[in-house]
């Protein structure tokens, strides 16, 4: 016996998809909505703390001021703090990028099994915990005698490597082998194949993993609070000193600079896509 449902069914079944999937939607975007609040609030925050805030917690000033930007760039030690922050950023970001074009390029010309070497490394960095690695790094570092500053680099790029691997790995697929295997062939060496053929592929993906290394080596405090025994230390690490001894908003005025520099870069890119969408 063969069950045929009714029209009257039918349209009742029809109706109640009808009603569920708005309902469903709904519900999607409250979730959505309550997470994007969630995250966009205590950035909101931050800039009333630097424009309004005073040095007692949880009270406002009655005007905005630009009075805790002028303080901390004007403080000499603030600005040596910025500095080696943004260079030491910089720096790593651009150090590890350059090591991951190598290696994503030599990837493709062997064995398969390298490839998943790579994978295993990228894992164990990042299922290793930071402060346990922060603390083999002050040891080793000791040991044999190490400059902070280069353990420093060291820990930054490992802390910062996984993530522009995955960004990497990501653009990949949008590679030609014709083209860099053709590069080979009419006799172009590896370093003017990678000039000429390689980057120029994938140069949107390597300004992304560079901004989203510098951001965050300049956020790192783990390593730094560790490794650092000199006067001449990183902004989270200042930051980090003086929280306990003050409630000046220099952490909204950092958070502010860094949201405001971001801001500026996607500026700065939505510009240049409008120019080339013109001139097309």
């Not at 998809?17 to 966009?40: D, E, K, M, Q």
């Not at 790995?169 to 172009?188: K, M, N, R, V, Y």
């Not at 194949?193 to 989203?212: E, H, Q, R, S």
């Not at 220099?250 to 120019?275: M, Q």
């Amino acid at each position: 016996m063969i069950f045929t449902p009714s029209s009257d069914s039918a349209e009742a079944g029809g109706n109640n998809i009808i009603i569920n999937i708005p309902i469903l939607r709904i519900i999607f975007w409250l979730i959505i909505a309550s997470s994007i609040i969630l995250a966009v609030i205590p950035s909101l925050y931050l800039f009333v703390w630097a424009f309004w805030g005073s040095e007692t917690v949880g009270v406002l000033n009655h005007t905005p001021s630009m009075q805790w930007f002028h303080d901390m760039l004007t403080n000499s030690e603030w600005n040596k703090s910025l500095l080696y922050s943004c260079t030491l950023g910089f720096f790593v970001s651009i150090l590890s990028t350059i090591l991951l074009i190598v290696h994503f390029y030599h990837m493709r010309y062997v064995n398969y099994q390298f490839d998943r070497i790579a994978y295993l490394n990228i894992i164990i960095l990042v299922m290793i915990p930071q402060i346990i690695y922060a603390i083999s790094l002050r040891f080793m570092g000791g040991m044999l005698a190490i400059h902070e500053t280069a353990l420093v680099i060291i820990g930054h790029i490992i802390y910062i490597i996984p993530l522009q691997f995955f960004i990497f790995e990501s653009a990949q697929e949008t590679i030609p082998d014709e083209t860099l295997f053709a590069g080979s062939t009419l006799g172009a060496s590896h370093i003017r194949n990678i000039c000429f053929n390689y980057i120029p592929v994938i140069k949107t993906t390597i300004g992304v993993a560079i901004l989203i290394g510098f951001l965050f080596s300049f956020d790192e405090v783990v390593i730094s609070t560790f490794v650092i025994d000199s006067s001449n230390v990183t902004v989270p690490r200042r930051l980090w000193d003086q929280i306990h001894r003050s409630m000046i908003p220099y952490p909204a005025v950092t958070s502010s600079l860094l949201i405001g520099f971001l801001l500026l870069c996607g500026i700065l890119v939505s510009f240049k896509r409008l120019i080339i969408k013109s001139n097309k």
